[in-house]
């Protein structure tokens, strides 16, 4: 079993699409939708709400992600409809729909609980930019006049390094280049995420936490740029090793 997810959405066709989108990455991942309304138009359904927490929720609780003002409040209401024991294992994420529910999903599929789910999801909503956006040439709108830029991805300065000693003998470095086309996407991410989740090591690529699809989608890796991998702890190793493997096998897609 694992935490089950509920799409709530206006558009009963958005949620479905959303569904499938999220499946690809969580195929073990029980994921319902209420979208629309009874009559198959545009709005929220309590009772279609109502239907997919049953459904979703198999014993290790689900979490429900809404798109806008009034889903968010009529999944609310359904959560207060629910009994006392059935209410205790649904939550309901302040997150952004797509982000959320696909970060969700993959941490599900990992076996996480729910407050770990619910944690990964809203996460999405707070993750910055691209790490991998590149000087070109232009300065950013948002930036201050004197800064320095942010060290590209796969380029020394990435942020978090520092928590790694490279002299500690428990840590463990590799880096290569990316060769599929496609780079780092979603669909290879959501598979390290999910590969990394497994071992008990603390792992890191280009600065950020491994085990998080959504922090490493903000890296852009693509074709050519270098994944850096630094691991620490009892399945380091490990770790590097399986990295070493994916990347060279152009995470299966060549």
């Given at each position: 079993?694992?935490?089950?997810?509920?799409?709530?959405?206006?558009?009963?066709?958005?949620?479905?699409?959303?569904?499938?989108?999220?499946?690809?990455?969580?195929?073990?991942?029980?994921?319902?939708?209420?979208?629309?309304?009874?009559?198959?138009?545009?709005?929220?359904?309590?009772?279609?709400?109502?239907?997919?927490?049953?459904?979703?929720?198999?014993?290790?609780?689900?979490?429900?992600?809404?798109?806008?003002?009034?889903?968010?409040?009529?999944?609310?209401?359904?959560?207060?409809?629910?009994?006392?024991?059935?209410?205790?294992?649904?939550?309901?994420?302040?997150?952004?729909?797509?982000?959320?529910?696909?970060?969700?999903?993959?941490?599900?599929?990992?076996?996480?609980?729910?407050?770990?789910?619910?944690?990964?999801?809203e996460s999405?909503g707070r993750?910055?930019?691209?790490a991998g956006?590149?000087?070109?040439?232009?300065?950013?709108?948002?930036?201050?006049?004197?800064?320095?830029?942010?060290?590209?991805?796969?380029?020394?300065?990435?942020?978090?390094?520092?928590?790694?000693?490279?002299?500690?003998?428990?840590?463990?470095?590799?880096?290569?280049?990316?060769?599929?086309?496609?780079?780092?996407?979603?669909?290879?991410?959501?598979?390290?995420?999910?590969?990394?989740?497994?071992?008990?090591?603390?792992?890191?690529?280009?600065?950020?936490?491994?085990?998080?699809?959504?922090?490493?989608?903000?890296?852009?890796?693509?074709?050519?740029?270098?994944?850096?991998?630094?691991?620490?702890?009892?399945?380091?190793?490990?770790?590097?090793?399986?990295?070493?493997?994916?990347?060279?096998?152009?995470?299966?897609?060549?």
């Open positions: 079993m694992s935490v089950g997810l509920v799409i709530v959405s206006h558009s009963a066709k958005l949620a479905e699409g959303l569904r499938e989108l999220a499946a690809q990455m969580a195929r073990d991942v029980t994921i319902e939708t209420a979208g629309g309304t009874d009559d198959g138009g545009i709005g929220t359904s309590l009772e279609k709400i109502s239907a997919a927490i049953a459904a979703a929720d198999t014993g290790d609780g689900a979490l429900l992600l809404a798109d806008l003002g009034s889903a968010v409040m009529t999944a609310e209401t359904a959560v207060e409809f629910l009994e006392d024991e059935q209410r205790a294992r649904v939550r309901l994420a302040d997150a952004p729909l797509v982000e959320g529910t696909v970060a969700a999903a993959v941490a599900a599929q990992t076996g996480r609980t729910l407050q770990a789910v619910l944690q990964e999801a999405a993750i910055p930019g691209r956006t590149r000087d070109t040439g232009t300065q950013d709108s948002g930036a201050q006049p004197g800064t320095e830029p942010t060290a590209a991805a796969g380029e020394p300065g990435d942020a978090g390094d520092d928590d790694f000693d490279p002299d500690d003998a428990g840590v463990h470095t590799g880096s290569w280049e990316l060769i599929n086309p496609a780079g780092l996407h979603a669909r290879p991410a959501a598979a390290v995420a999910q590969a990394m989740s497994d071992l008990d090591a603390e792992v890191r690529i280009n600065g950020v936490d491994a085990k998080s699809m959504m922090m490493l989608m903000t890296l852009g890796l693509g074709q050519g740029q270098t994944l850096t991998v630094t691991a620490r702890g009892p399945d380091a190793a490990r770790a590097v090793e399986m990295m070493a493997l994916e990347v060279r096998n152009g995470f299966g897609e060549i």
